[in-house]
């Protein structure tokens, strides 16, 4: 089992809907990242939160500490939201400068004109 | 402020060559990560180096080395490639204080690398 659980894998939407993909993950964390890719590889951080909820523009990204999960939230999509989006989990400090980070799988949103 | 650069951006290797790939870090960075992302999957922790030092590392064999050079830019080295080494290699820079804080992960767009 990945420590890192994505859903949907996959995700199509029309324009304008509201979207909203699920992140789990099974271990204690110092921080929780979305990110998002687009074909050809680039990788963009969203967002980096470790409690509550955080807005930028029509992206909202929330995290519950005590049930291990976060979600990013989507408002009024477009079809240039289309993209992998990934979550990542930072684990808890071990006491060495290690800040790996544990990727899920990524879903993949299209969204339709 | 600058981003993440990595050079090349395409490559295609033979079985059993070696490989450098390049990542100048962000303006201001001094820690560099390295990623494999297998195609369809997320990406892999490879390496980490922190004042160039290597201080934490994934599951990776030896044959993959890298380099942190004092302008914090780096270096991935592979030996003897595999063809399962086929992949996207991202590298990522972030700012970590004297506390041990991290600022957040700045990417760059990865260097495609194909062996065949």
């Known amino acids: 089992k990945n420590e890192v659980e994505q859903s949907p894998q996959n995700l199509t939407a029309q324009e304008g809907e509201f979207i909203t993909i699920n992140c789990s993950y099974s271990v204690g964390i110092s921080a929780l990242h979305w990110l998002q890719q687009h074909p050809g590889g680039g990788i963009v951080s969203l967002f980096m939160l470790s409690s509550g909820k955080k807005k930028h523009g029509r992206l909202i990204a929330t995290i519950n500490i005590q049930e291990k999960h976060s979600s990013l939230h989507i408002t009024a999509s477009h079809p240039r939201d289309s993209a992998v989006y990934i979550c990542?989990?930072?684990?808890?400090?071990?006491?060495?400068?290690?800040?790996?980070?544990?990727f899920g799988k990524g879903t993949l949103l299209t969204v339709n004109p | 402020e600058t981003g993440v650069t990595q050079s090349p951006t395409h490559l295609i290797k033979t079985r059993g060559q070696q490989v450098t790939l390049r990542c100048s870090s962000q303006s201001g960075h001094n820690t560099v990560s390295w990623y494999q992302q297998a195609l369809g999957q997320g990406p892999q922790f490879i390496f980490q180096y922190y004042r160039e030092e290597e201080n934490g590392r994934g599951n990776f064999p030896p044959r993959f080395s890298g380099l942190q050079f004092p302008n914090y830019s780096s270096e991935l080295n592979v030996n003897a490639l595999e063809l399962d080494d086929s992949a996207l290699y991202l590298c990522?820079?972030?700012?970590?204080?004297?506390?041990?804080?991290?600022?957040?992960?700045?990417f760059g767009s990865g260097t495609r690398l194909t062996v065949v």
């Open positions: 990542a989990r930072r684990a808890l400090n071990s006491g060495g400068s290690n800040y790996k980070l544990t």
């Open positions: 990522a820079s972030s700012l970590v204080s004297p506390g041990e804080n991290s600022y957040g992960y700045t």
